[in-house]
Protein backbone atom coordinates (compact mmCIF):
# COMPACT_ATOMS: atom_id res chain seq x y z
CA UNK A 1 0.00 0.00 0.00
CA UNK A 2 1.72 3.36 -1.02
CA UNK A 3 2.51 5.87 2.00
CA UNK A 4 0.38 8.51 0.09
CA UNK A 5 -1.87 9.38 -3.18
CA UNK A 6 -1.61 13.34 -3.90
CA UNK A 7 0.18 16.12 -3.34
CA UNK A 8 2.11 15.96 -0.30
CA UNK A 9 4.24 19.15 0.29
CA UNK A 10 8.32 19.16 0.54
CA UNK A 11 7.80 21.62 3.60
CA UNK A 12 10.04 24.71 4.34
CA UNK A 13 11.34 24.99 8.13
CA UNK A 14 10.47 28.53 9.47
CA UNK A 15 13.11 30.23 11.22
CA UNK A 16 13.13 33.04 13.75
CA UNK A 17 15.31 36.38 13.26
CA UNK A 18 18.29 35.00 14.96
CA UNK A 19 18.13 31.83 12.82
CA UNK A 20 16.63 29.20 15.15
CA UNK A 21 13.81 27.26 14.11
CA UNK A 22 10.55 28.63 14.59
CA UNK A 23 8.09 25.80 15.73
CA UNK A 24 5.44 27.99 16.66
CA UNK A 25 5.81 29.33 13.06
CA UNK A 26 6.08 25.27 12.01
CA UNK A 27 2.86 24.93 13.45
CA UNK A 28 1.04 27.17 12.25
CA UNK A 29 1.91 26.00 8.60
CA UNK A 30 1.43 22.56 9.05
CA UNK A 31 -1.92 23.37 10.33
CA UNK A 32 -2.18 25.23 6.65
CA UNK A 33 -1.19 22.41 4.87
CA UNK A 34 -3.65 20.22 6.30
CA UNK A 35 -6.38 22.52 5.93
CA UNK A 36 -5.62 23.29 2.24
CA UNK A 37 -5.81 19.42 1.60
CA UNK A 38 -2.22 18.50 1.12
CA UNK A 39 -2.11 14.55 1.19
CA UNK A 40 1.09 14.22 2.98
CA UNK A 41 4.01 16.35 4.79
CA UNK A 42 7.13 16.02 3.73
CA UNK A 43 9.79 16.80 6.49
CA UNK A 44 13.61 18.21 6.17
CA UNK A 45 13.95 17.70 2.94
CA UNK A 46 15.74 19.93 0.48
CA UNK A 47 13.43 22.75 0.63
CA UNK A 48 13.15 22.33 5.08
CA UNK A 49 17.25 23.13 4.60
CA UNK A 50 17.58 19.49 5.88
CA UNK A 51 21.67 19.94 5.31
CA UNK A 52 21.99 22.98 8.01
CA UNK A 53 19.97 21.74 10.39
CA UNK A 54 21.89 19.86 13.47
CA UNK A 55 21.23 16.72 13.99
CA UNK A 56 19.57 17.73 17.04
CA UNK A 57 17.26 20.02 15.38
CA UNK A 58 16.55 17.73 12.72
CA UNK A 59 15.57 15.41 14.77
CA UNK A 60 12.95 17.74 16.51
CA UNK A 61 11.27 18.81 13.96
CA UNK A 62 10.30 15.30 12.66
CA UNK A 63 8.88 14.68 16.12
CA UNK A 64 7.11 18.28 16.50
CA UNK A 65 5.57 17.41 13.09
CA UNK A 66 4.43 14.25 13.98
CA UNK A 67 2.99 15.71 17.13
CA UNK A 68 1.18 18.06 15.25
CA UNK A 69 -0.01 16.39 12.72
CA UNK A 70 -1.40 13.57 14.67
CA UNK A 71 -1.91 11.07 12.01
CA UNK A 72 -3.96 13.08 10.22
CA UNK A 73 -2.22 12.98 7.13
CA UNK A 74 1.28 11.19 6.83
CA UNK A 75 4.87 12.82 7.60
CA UNK A 76 7.63 11.38 5.67
CA UNK A 77 10.95 12.45 6.85
CA UNK A 78 13.89 13.60 4.90
CA UNK A 79 17.02 11.12 6.64
CA UNK A 80 19.28 10.68 3.91
CA UNK A 81 22.83 11.28 4.50
CA UNK A 82 25.90 10.82 1.92
CA UNK A 83 27.24 8.50 5.41
CA UNK A 84 25.55 5.64 5.51
CA UNK A 85 25.62 4.96 9.63
CA UNK A 86 24.40 8.59 9.66
CA UNK A 87 21.19 7.66 7.38
CA UNK A 88 20.52 4.74 9.96
CA UNK A 89 20.76 6.94 13.16
CA UNK A 90 18.71 9.50 11.94
CA UNK A 91 15.98 6.88 9.99
CA UNK A 92 16.05 5.13 13.59
CA UNK A 93 15.16 8.49 15.52
CA UNK A 94 12.65 9.08 12.85
CA UNK A 95 10.55 6.34 13.68
CA UNK A 96 10.41 6.40 16.92
CA UNK A 97 9.67 9.90 16.60
CA UNK A 98 6.71 8.38 15.04
CA UNK A 99 7.30 9.33 11.39
CA UNK A 100 5.21 7.27 8.58
CA UNK A 101 7.80 6.91 6.05
CA UNK A 102 11.35 8.23 5.40
CA UNK A 103 12.53 10.00 1.90
CA UNK A 104 16.39 9.00 1.32
CA UNK A 105 18.10 11.21 -1.19
CA UNK A 106 21.16 9.55 -2.70
CA UNK A 107 24.51 10.00 -1.05
CA UNK A 108 25.77 12.66 -2.70
CA UNK A 109 29.81 13.97 -2.84
CA UNK A 110 30.97 10.38 -2.54
CA UNK A 111 29.43 9.03 -6.11
CA UNK A 112 28.64 6.02 -5.22
CA UNK A 113 28.25 3.07 -7.97
CA UNK A 114 24.71 1.32 -8.44
CA UNK A 115 25.97 -1.04 -6.58
CA UNK A 116 26.83 0.94 -3.43
CA UNK A 117 23.68 2.66 -3.34
CA UNK A 118 22.05 -0.31 -3.10
CA UNK A 119 24.08 -1.57 -0.63
CA UNK A 120 23.64 1.83 1.43
CA UNK A 121 19.94 1.87 0.55
CA UNK A 122 19.52 -1.68 1.86
CA UNK A 123 21.37 -1.29 4.80
CA UNK A 124 19.35 1.73 6.14
CA UNK A 125 16.29 -0.14 5.23
CA UNK A 126 17.14 -3.33 6.90
CA UNK A 127 17.51 -0.91 10.46
CA UNK A 128 13.63 0.72 10.01
CA UNK A 129 10.38 -0.97 9.59
CA UNK A 130 9.29 1.84 8.08
CA UNK A 131 8.33 2.46 4.30
CA UNK A 132 10.87 4.58 2.62
CA UNK A 133 10.85 6.18 -1.00
CA UNK A 134 14.18 6.95 -2.14
CA UNK A 135 14.78 10.30 -3.91
CA UNK A 136 16.71 10.57 -6.84
CA UNK A 137 17.69 14.28 -7.62
CA UNK A 138 21.22 14.01 -9.42
CA UNK A 139 21.53 17.55 -10.25
CA UNK A 140 21.95 18.11 -6.41
CA UNK A 141 23.55 15.27 -5.08
CA UNK A 142 25.68 14.56 -8.16
CA UNK A 143 24.73 11.09 -8.43
CA UNK A 144 21.79 9.00 -10.20
CA UNK A 145 20.13 5.95 -9.91
CA UNK A 146 19.40 4.06 -12.64
CA UNK A 147 16.33 3.05 -13.35
CA UNK A 148 17.48 -0.51 -12.89
CA UNK A 149 19.02 0.36 -9.21
CA UNK A 150 15.50 2.22 -8.50
CA UNK A 151 13.36 -1.03 -9.42
CA UNK A 152 15.83 -3.65 -7.65
CA UNK A 153 15.37 -2.10 -4.69
CA UNK A 154 12.01 -1.84 -4.85
CA UNK A 155 11.61 -5.51 -5.70
CA UNK A 156 13.70 -7.01 -3.35
CA UNK A 157 13.74 -4.94 -0.20
CA UNK A 158 10.51 -4.74 1.71
CA UNK A 159 9.79 -1.45 3.14
CA UNK A 160 11.73 0.10 -0.19
CA UNK A 161 8.47 1.01 -2.02
CA UNK A 162 9.16 3.79 -4.31
CA UNK A 163 11.18 7.22 -5.49
CA UNK A 164 10.70 10.45 -5.50
CA UNK A 165 12.02 11.56 -9.09
CA UNK A 166 13.23 14.64 -9.45
CA UNK A 167 15.59 14.20 -12.57
CA UNK A 168 13.49 16.37 -14.54
CA UNK A 169 13.79 13.62 -17.51
CA UNK A 170 10.60 12.50 -18.30
CA UNK A 171 12.17 9.39 -20.50
CA UNK A 172 13.50 8.05 -17.34
CA UNK A 173 10.52 7.88 -15.77
CA UNK A 174 9.28 6.04 -18.47
CA UNK A 175 11.90 3.73 -17.65
CA UNK A 176 11.34 3.08 -14.12
CA UNK A 177 7.35 2.37 -14.80
CA UNK A 178 8.33 0.30 -17.70
CA UNK A 179 10.86 -1.81 -15.72
CA UNK A 180 8.39 -2.05 -12.38
CA UNK A 181 4.91 -3.40 -13.63
CA UNK A 182 3.57 -1.82 -10.55
CA UNK A 183 6.58 -2.15 -8.26
CA UNK A 184 7.66 1.06 -7.60
CA UNK A 185 5.02 4.05 -6.61
CA UNK A 186 6.88 7.20 -8.38
CA UNK A 187 6.09 10.90 -7.36
CA UNK A 188 7.25 13.51 -9.18
CA UNK A 189 9.99 15.69 -7.81
CA UNK A 190 8.97 18.40 -10.32
CA UNK A 191 5.87 20.52 -10.13
CA UNK A 192 6.21 21.45 -13.65
CA UNK A 193 6.32 17.66 -14.24
CA UNK A 194 3.40 16.50 -12.26
CA UNK A 195 0.08 15.69 -15.05
CA UNK A 196 3.20 13.97 -17.11
CA UNK A 197 4.19 11.76 -14.54
CA UNK A 198 0.72 10.81 -13.34
CA UNK A 199 0.22 10.06 -16.58
CA UNK A 200 2.90 7.37 -16.54
CA UNK A 201 1.92 5.50 -13.50
CA UNK A 202 2.88 8.10 -10.97
CA UNK A 203 1.17 8.31 -7.55
CA UNK A 204 1.57 11.75 -7.30
CA UNK A 205 3.79 14.92 -6.36
CA UNK A 206 6.44 15.95 -3.56
CA UNK A 207 5.89 19.61 -4.17
CA UNK A 208 7.29 23.01 -3.33
CA UNK A 209 4.25 24.58 -5.15
CA UNK A 210 2.17 23.20 -2.37
CA UNK A 211 3.84 25.25 0.23
CA UNK A 212 1.73 28.65 -1.05
CA UNK A 213 -1.17 26.91 -2.75
CA UNK A 214 -2.22 23.30 -0.90
CA UNK A 215 -5.26 23.33 -2.17
CA UNK A 216 -4.60 24.19 -5.77
CA UNK A 217 -2.12 21.69 -6.46
CA UNK A 218 -3.84 18.77 -4.46
CA UNK A 219 -6.54 19.42 -7.28
CA UNK A 220 -3.64 18.79 -9.86
CA UNK A 221 -3.58 15.19 -8.97
CA UNK A 222 -6.80 14.56 -7.33
CA UNK A 223 -8.52 15.65 -11.03
CA UNK A 224 -6.20 13.41 -12.65
CA UNK A 225 -7.08 10.40 -10.48
CA UNK A 226 -10.94 10.96 -10.32
CA UNK A 227 -10.50 10.64 -14.41
CA UNK A 228 -10.46 14.50 -15.25
CA UNK A 229 -7.45 14.69 -16.75
CA UNK A 230 -8.72 17.41 -18.64
CA UNK A 231 -8.50 19.91 -15.87
CA UNK A 232 -5.52 18.39 -14.53
CA UNK A 233 -3.62 19.60 -17.45
CA UNK A 234 -5.39 22.99 -17.79
CA UNK A 235 -3.76 23.72 -13.96
CA UNK A 236 -0.55 22.09 -14.43
CA UNK A 237 -0.22 24.87 -17.29
CA UNK A 238 -2.01 27.67 -15.66
CA UNK A 239 0.53 27.60 -13.31
CA UNK A 240 3.84 26.97 -15.02
CA UNK A 241 4.77 30.28 -14.62
CA UNK A 242 4.88 30.68 -10.92
CA UNK A 243 6.52 27.45 -11.08
CA UNK A 244 9.15 28.37 -12.83
CA UNK A 245 9.29 31.65 -10.76
CA UNK A 246 9.67 29.42 -7.78
CA UNK A 247 12.45 27.99 -9.33
CA UNK A 248 14.22 31.09 -10.89
CA UNK A 249 16.77 30.70 -8.10
CA UNK A 250 17.78 27.56 -6.25
CA UNK A 251 14.35 26.12 -3.76
CA UNK A 252 14.08 26.79 -1.14
CA UNK A 253 14.84 30.76 -1.52
CA UNK A 254 11.81 31.38 -3.81
CA UNK A 255 9.44 29.37 -2.12
CA UNK A 256 10.86 31.21 1.87
CA UNK A 257 10.23 34.40 -0.22
CA UNK A 258 6.84 33.90 -1.50
CA UNK A 259 5.55 32.94 1.56
CA UNK A 260 7.00 35.66 3.46
CA UNK A 261 5.37 37.88 0.31
CA UNK A 262 1.95 36.25 1.64
CA UNK A 263 2.38 37.69 5.01
CA UNK A 264 3.59 34.40 6.65
CA UNK A 265 6.61 35.07 8.36
CA UNK A 266 8.85 32.23 7.65
CA UNK A 267 11.72 34.19 8.40
CA UNK A 268 15.31 33.76 6.49
CA UNK A 269 17.49 31.23 5.12
CA UNK A 270 20.49 29.28 6.23
CA UNK A 271 23.84 30.08 5.07
CA UNK A 272 25.35 29.95 2.59
CA UNK A 273 21.78 30.01 0.89
CA UNK A 274 20.90 34.05 0.20
CA UNK A 275 18.11 36.24 0.00
CA UNK A 276 16.02 36.41 -3.55
CA UNK A 277 17.88 38.90 -5.80
CA UNK A 278 15.45 41.77 -6.39
CA UNK A 279 14.41 41.41 -9.94
CA UNK A 280 13.84 37.69 -9.41
CA UNK A 281 11.71 38.51 -6.52
CA UNK A 282 9.64 41.02 -8.45
CA UNK A 283 9.17 38.35 -11.19
CA UNK A 284 7.62 35.90 -8.46
CA UNK A 285 5.81 38.80 -6.69
CA UNK A 286 4.00 39.42 -10.50
CA UNK A 287 3.48 35.74 -10.67
CA UNK A 288 1.71 35.57 -7.47
CA UNK A 289 -0.57 38.12 -8.33
CA UNK A 290 -1.50 36.54 -11.75
CA UNK A 291 -2.61 33.68 -10.19
CA UNK A 292 -4.46 35.55 -7.91
CA UNK A 293 -2.42 35.00 -4.49
CA UNK A 294 -3.11 38.33 -2.01
CA UNK A 295 0.58 39.77 -0.92
CA UNK A 296 0.63 41.51 2.06
Known amino acids: ?????????????????????????????????IAGGSDAIIICGTTGEASTLSHEEHISCIRYACEVTKKRIPVIAGTGSNCTETSIYLS????????????????????????????????????VKVPILLYNIPGRTGVSMSPATVVDLCRNVPNIVGVKDATGDISEVADVMSLSDGAVDLYSGNDDQITPVLSLGGKGVISVLSNILPAQTHEITASYMRGDADTSRKLQLQYLPLIRALFCEVNPIPVKKAMNLMGMEVGGLRMPLSEMEPANA??????MRKVGIELK
Open 1 to 33: MSIFTGAGVALITPMKEDGSVNYDKLEEILEFQ
Open 282 to 287: SRLAEE
Open 92 to 127: GEAQKGGADGLLLVTPYYNKATQNGLKAHFTKIAES
